[in-house]
Antibody, heavy 120, light 109 residues
Framework: QITLKESGPTLVKPTQTLTLTCTFSGFSLSTRAMGVGWIRQPPGKALEWLAL???????RYSPSLKSRLTITKDTSKNQVVLTMTNMDPVDTAIYYC????????????WGQGTLVTVSS | QTVVTQEPSFSVSPGGTVTLTCGLSSGSVSTNYSPSWYQQTPGQAPRTLIYNTNTRSSGVPDRFSGSILGNKAALTITGAQADDESDYYCLLYMGGGWVFGGGTKLTVL
């Protein structure tokens, strides 16, 4: 049974750096074809893909946010960390992490999401 | 950047059939984009319905089907039920990353 859970601050100030952790179970990111991605959703708006890391440490980023994002993994802890710099109120959103299998190209298991509010 | 387009809203009668589409602001959607479809109800994380154009995710009833129609990806719901009332998002794989559509709010009435 694959599960994922996001954790991190619920409130950050503008210009600060956001660090979110996705802790997962039921698979290993050292296993071929596994991937973990981050997706966000501002209140009342559409989903937006942010970043993904594969088992082989291949990293992919949304072109529009690439300069602000860093994704890393710690396979020993079953965790994936996303950092986003220079936070702005428009970055207020629910942030989800999700599991993906390479070549299926679907996010098949999702965390519950964590709401991050950017406000001074 | 290429925008992924979806109908903002759609309505269907109970028992009816509805087809939601997923296009590109420039160009055509093909199987190369590995389109997938997600259903989201308020307050919940998205749930995968279809991946790789037309493969149903585990546990998804066969009244949900995916295809390519013309130059767009399509999600067809046959025999719509009240609990199909949700937001539906398509996701395309392009340029090594992913882009979501703006979503379609489906009303069943």
């Amino acid at each position: 049974q694959i599960t994922l859970k996001e954790s991190g601050p619920t409130l950050v100030k503008p210009t600060q750096t956001l660090t979110l952790t996705c802790t997962f179970s039921g698979f290993s990111l050292s296993t071929r074809a596994m991937g973990v991605g981050w997706i966000r959703q501002p209140p009342g708006k559409a989903l937006e893909w942010l970043a993904l890391i594969y088992w082989n440490d291949d990293k992919r980023y949304s072109p529009s946010l690439k300069s602000r994002l860093t994704i890393t993994k710690d396979t020993s802890k079953n965790q994936v960390v996303l950092t986003m710099t220079n936070m702005d109120p428009v970055d207020t959103a629910i942030y989800y992490c999700a599991h993906l299998i390479w070549l299926q190209f679907q996010f098949d298991y999702w965390g519950q999401g964590t709401l991050v509010t950017v406000s001074s | 950047q290429t925008v992924v387009t979806q109908e903002p809203s759609f309505s269907v009668s109970p028992g009816g059939t509805v087809t939601l589409t997923c296009g590109l602001s420039s160009g055509s959607v093909s199987t190369n984009y590995s389109p997938s479809w997600y259903q989201q109800t308020p307050g919940q994380a998205p749930r995968t319905l279809i991946y790789n154009t037309n493969t149903r995710s585990s546990g998804v009833p066969d009244r949900f089907s995916g295809s390519i129609l013309g130059n767009k990806a399509a999600l067809t719901i046959t025999g719509a039920q009240a609990d199909d009332e949700s937001d539906y998002y398509c996701l395309l794989y392009m340029g090594g990353g992913w882009v979501f559509g703006g979503g379609t709010k489906l009303t069943v009435l």
